[in-house]
């Protein structure tokens, strides 16, 4: 992309402080310009837009496995999956998602973001061409592994790539892009799933065809800048400048804001480094491995120890937690069964509306995420999601499923042999809303919001904090995975869904305890809130002061 690309963001009748048009602006100074910046440009759509193709492939392989396991019949090894077999080739993706990700937070620190991506891409393309190709079980398990390390890279860097490219303003409802990727892959996956089920081999189509956009993304990232934060970091300041004036446009002052970032970023890595060096780190080793290895050691030590670092991990690992723990992706891999298993006519198609719902109410977050705050969804969202989770656990105890029902081979038989009457139409009426109206809900709020973890780090423990807190989510992912079906027997469906609902109360409560509001601020400015304390009274009066300033600057 070149400058021409870039438009202005700000429109021509807007007034500025009188320093800011004059490059000399405080940081406040430069936090009233971006309030004021009406659309984020050409340049970075184009950016967040090439960066999102990774959540979709995210989407697109989680959201697959589904269709994939249910196709494959004998192909494999020449005989049918044991249920061993379907739970290594499921649980393979995310465990190894949880071991990658906090190995590429390291790496993109010393490669850089970009880096990771196209590294993603190779992975996601050498795991989908296995995966394709493969004729025995433990072949699938490696084809599955590698496309976890891909997908673990990628769920971490980008929404951090785009996060550091993106103007405040703009920021939490870019990164959403990327979750509306992943939504969106996970509706195409679905859909890929009920066209290809029914024909030979469709299945080798349904993994193969992950390649493809990965392909088309490690061609359009060579056109694609490093972020300027990371430029900054190893010393390339005039190369971060360049991308930066690609991003704020040519408008009327723009340079301004252009040097208020590099200036916050040159002063947060100026006290880093002092930091640093009160902690005695050997700069002249730099480039032993031993060196190096004290440097990640330095750095995790420096995430715990240093209480702002400390503060946005609990607060990025807690909500990556709670997304997962919440139970969501039990309806993502498992609503097909639990839909046949509740007698409808058409399981996948009825679990497409749950993936449809999900992609469209990301998309409502998208619009709010920014306007409303982080915070504010976030409480008003999980209270829509305990509700729906207590409507539906009272309609599964309506529906009186009897508990060894729920294992999956019990799930082929059609009309359900296992009701011990024919289910109530009413309760499973119930059922649907009340699960479209959870996962609405999740969309919201829980989907998205964990996403915008980058910006709770200051530049020296980004990479790192956001990996660990990825690390949690897939964490979280295997977990519920793993214990679904188990629990479904054990507790009961009623139990299931309740222990789901105690897990947003809990959720509920920790938001409102510590989660400070983060939209519209700087990077670096939500580092140094985090840094002197939780800081949510601060945060949302700021934030409401930020909101009456842009609205009567519109
Ligand atoms: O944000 C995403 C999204 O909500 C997906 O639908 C879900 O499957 C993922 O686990 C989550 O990380």
Redesign the pocket.
């Known amino acids: 992309m070149t400058d021409a690309a870039a438009e202005p963001l700000i429109s021509s009748n807007r007034g500025y402080p009188h320093d800011a048009r004059h490059g000399e602006d405080s940081a406040e100074d430069v936090e009233a310009d971006e309030s004021a910046l009406v659309s984020p440009g050409l340049f970075i759509w184009g950016l967040t837009i090439c960066a999102g193709v990774s959540g979709l492939l995210f989407?697109y392989d989680?959201?697959v496995i589904s269709s994939t396991l249910i196709s494959i019949d004998t192909s494999l090894s020449h005989r049918s999956l044991t249920t061993l077999d379907k739970s290594l080739i499921t649980s393979s993706t995310s465990f190894f998602a949880l071991l990658a990700s906090p190995l590429t937070g390291i790496l993109a620190d010393a490669l850089g973001r970009r880096s990771i991506i196209l590294i993603a891409d190779i992975l996601f393309v050498a795991g989908a061409l296995i995966q394709a190709f493969s004729t025995t079980v433990s072949g699938m398990i490696v084809g599955r592994s590698v496309v976890g390390a891909a997908v673990g890279s990628a769920?971490f860097v980008v929404p951090m790539y785009i996060s550091e490219l993106a103007p405040s303003a703009f920021r939490g409802r870019l990164v959403t892009v990327s979750?509306l990727f992943?939504?969106g892959g996970?509706v195409v996956a679905y859909t890929v799933g009920w066209i290809f089920s029914t024909r030979a081999h469709g299945w080798r189509w349904m993994v193969g065809l992950g390649a493809l956009p990965a392909a088309i993304q490690f061609c359009l990232l060579f056109a694609l800048p490093e972020t300027p934060r990371y430029l900054v970091k190893v010393g390339r300041k005039e190369h971060a400048r360049r991308v930066l004036r690609k991003v704020y446009g040519k408008g009327e002052g723009m340079e301004a804001l252009v040097n208020g970032v590099l200036r916050r970023v040159d002063k947060e890595i100026r006290e880093e480094e002092e930091a640093a060096d009160d902690r005695n780190v050997a700069q002249a080793a730099k480039t032993s491995w031993k060196a190096k290895f004290s440097r990640v050691n330095d750095k995790f030590l420096q995430l715990v120890n240093v209480g702002g670092n400390r503060r946005a991990l609990i607060i990025a690992c807690m909500l990556q937690g709670f997304?997962?723990l919440c139970g969501?992706?039990s309806l993502?891999y498992f609503s097909a069964t639990i839909f046949r298993l509740l007698g409808f006519s058409s399981p996948t198609l009825t679990s497409l509306s749950i993936a449809l719902t999900?992609l469209a109410f990301?998309l409502v977050a998208f619009h709010a995420i920014d306007r409303l705050g982080r915070r504010r969804i976030l409480l008003s969202s999980i209270p829509v999601m305990l509700l729906a989770l207590l409507l539906s656990a009272t309609a599964f105890h309506f529906l009186a499923l009897p508990p060894a029902a729920t294992a999956p081979e019990h799930a082929s038989t059609h009309p359900p042999q296992h009701l011990a009457a024919p289910p109530r139409p009413f309760w499973l009426v119930v059922i649907l809303l009340a699960l479209m109206l959870y996962v609405a809900g999740?969309?919201v709020g829980l989907?998205?919001v964990?996403?915008q973890q980058a910006e709770l780090f200051p530049l020296a423990v980004r990479s790192l904090g956001s990996a660990l807190a990825t690390a949690t989510?897939w964490a979280g992912?295997t977990l519920v995975g793993l214990t679904f079906l188990p629990m479904m027997d054990v507790l009961t469906p009623t139990g299931t869904f309740a222990v789901y609902a105690g897990v947003c109360v809990v959720a509920w409560g920790c938001v409102w305890r510590v989660y400070p509001e983060t939209a519209g601020l700087g990077l670096e400015d939500v580092a140094r809130l985090l840094a002197r304390g939780w800081g949510v009274g601060e945060s949302v009066e700021g934030f409401e002061a930020r909101r009456r300033r842009s609205g009567a600057l519109r």
Do not use: H, K, L
């Open positions: 989407g989680t959201g769920s979750s992943i939504t996970q997304q997962q969501f992706n993502m999900n990301t999740y969309a989907g998205t964990p996403w989510n992912n």
